[in-house]
């Protein structure tokens, strides 16, 4: 047996040793379906994955040894080491896909997932992908933001024709550029996108790079959007604002693992946008650098600290930092409508609405009826109403004190002292240190003391006092579609 196919059987041994300690499991299909090795001998094995849970790190077993990254409810894609080209395998597919439990969507992605499996390799390696489609239509990969020969682009009918169903193409180049990139059809976009089809691409540098820091957590996600009615399962691909499900990585609060680290770990999380609009990325407790983009590493002096970073649409964000402060800390994107799952959005706004009149008089036709959203949205976190089949509550998610009120994109950077390295499983809820959390006050609050003297305005008040009626404004918020 030749060195070259006992490296590709190691890793792909590894890899299953892997992914059985967290619980995986992955399926060769080639010896599934028992089509014989010598039929396909010329393409590296096929590599399914099932499960939604987040993968240990593949650390590679051949090629160049490199620091590999954690992809959030995902997995890397072995590869096979074939004189000197490392050798991929990515199947565009129908899959389903666990979005959280007791949700599933049926979407389109690669290897049994979407998104698909991140690809990792070493800066100047020689990479050859072979794409096989069985999707009902034609298709192509698109390697966003590397520098390849323009015929290598996968943009179909541009640089290459599609790839009809049933086909098999293979790309070939040397990854050039060392960051975070992505991958992508350039073929019905606006459909093989809204279905799920994307994965991520990590391109580590060879030996060391002064823009490119040694981390000891390297965490990657895509951010994705999905419209999905409650109780269905496909996403409506026509959609262009109103999503309803705002994920990453295909994956909704609660269903979105933690980010488990050590204190003092120097972290990176590297975030990609596929959807149609910005997110503004939150990181609770530290202060970050934004240190690399789609174009490359940012040079040191043109960092600075942020606790936001906005993601534009098709752009990639590496972020770096110190998670020096224990606890569990929230990470979000900051559009609040983002941090839920599917709801109606034509509900008008019933905050300081009186509804209990016209309830007595609707529960009078309708026994069950209930009136909601008299002070916010919260108690409907609470309230466990039956939901169509398939379909995750708007605002959901238990914490230790309670409900979190969550969808969406959002998660958590749980900061261990005694979290090992290397180790990433879930710590479960950071203990406070006793007189360390926000509790109620026993005392006696007073009135508020209104600060109503005109001669410490810059615009004295008027004298005449409007009377409360002319001033108050009843205004119905417009049942149209509103983008977010
Ligand atoms: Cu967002």
Redesign the pocket.
């Known amino acids: 047996m030749s060195t070259d196919n006992h490296n590709g059987k190691q890793s792909r041994r590894q890899f299953f040793k892997q992914a059985g300690l967290a619980g995986g499991a992955l399926v060769g299909v080639a010896a599934a379906t028992g089509v014989s090795r010598v039929a396909m001998a010329a393409l590296p094995e096929l590599v399914t994955q099932t499960s939604s849970e987040t993968m240990p790190p593949l650390h590679p077993a051949t090629g160049r040894a490199y620091n590999p990254v954690v992809t959030l409810n995902g997995w890397t894609l072995p590869w096979r080491m074939k004189q000197g080209v490392k050798e991929f395998h990515l199947v565009a597919e129908p899959v389903v896909r666990e979005m959280a439990p007791g949700m599933k969507a049926h979407l389109w992605g690669y290897n049994g997932q979407s998104p698909g499996p991140t690809i990792e390799v070493v800066e100047g390696d020689r990479v050859r992908i072979f794409v096989t489609n069985r999707l009902p239509e034609r298709t192509s990969v698109h390697w966003h933001g590397q520098r390849l020969p323009n015929g290598m682009d996968g943009v179909s009918g541009l640089t290459q024709p599609a790839i009809e169903p049933g086909k098999t193409f293979v790309y070939e180049f040397t990854a050039r550029r060392p960051g975070t990139f992505m991958y992508h059809p350039h073929a019905d976009e606006m459909t093989q996108m809204a279905m799920g089809m994307m994965g991520f691409w990590v391109t580590h540098p060879k030996g060391s790079n002064p823009l490119i820091d040694e981390v000891d957590r390297d965490f990657c996600f895509l951010?994705n959007a999905y419209d999905i009615d409650p109780g269905s399962y496909t996403p409506k691909t026509m959609t262009m604002l109103d999503f309803n499900l705002?994920s990453w990585n295909s994956r909704v609060f609660p269903g979105i693992d933690a980010f488990n680290v050590r204190q003092n770990d120097k972290v990176r999380l590297r975030i990609g946008n596929l959807t149609m609009?910005n997110?503004?990325i939150h990181v609770h407790g530290h202060e970050f650098a934004v240190t690399g983009t789609d174009g490359g590493p940012v040079p040191k002096t043109a960092r600075w600290p942020e606790v936001t970073a906005d993601i534009a649409v098709g752009q990639m964000r590496q972020i770096e930092f110190i998670a020096d402060a224990e606890g569990d800390w929230a990470v979000h994107?900051h559009?609040s409508h983002?941090t839920m799952n599917a709801m109606g959005h034509t509900v008008p706004t019933m905050i300081g609405v009186d509804q209990s009149e016209v309830a007595e008089k609707i529960s009078q036709l309708i026994p069950d009826y209930m009136a909601m959203g008299e002070s916010g949205m919260a108690d409907m976190a609470d309230m466990h109403m039956p939901l169509p089949e398939n379909t995750l509550p708007m605002m959901t998610g238990e914490g230790p004190f309670g409900s979190v009120e969550m969808g969406g994109?959002f998660s958590v950077l749980k900061v261990r002292k005694n979290q090992k390295p290397g180790d990433y499983s879930d710590p479960g809820w950071f203990k406070h240190p006793a007189g360390t959390v926000a509790k109620e006050y026993a005392g006696p609050v007073g009135e508020p003391v209104r600060k109503a003297a005109s001669d410490g305005q810059s615009m004295p008040r008027a004298e005449k006092k409007a009377k409360p009626e002319d001033i108050e404004v009843h205004v119905r918020k417009p049942s149209g579609h509103s983008g977010h």
């Open positions: 951010l705002w609009t997110h503004p994107c559009k983002h994109m």
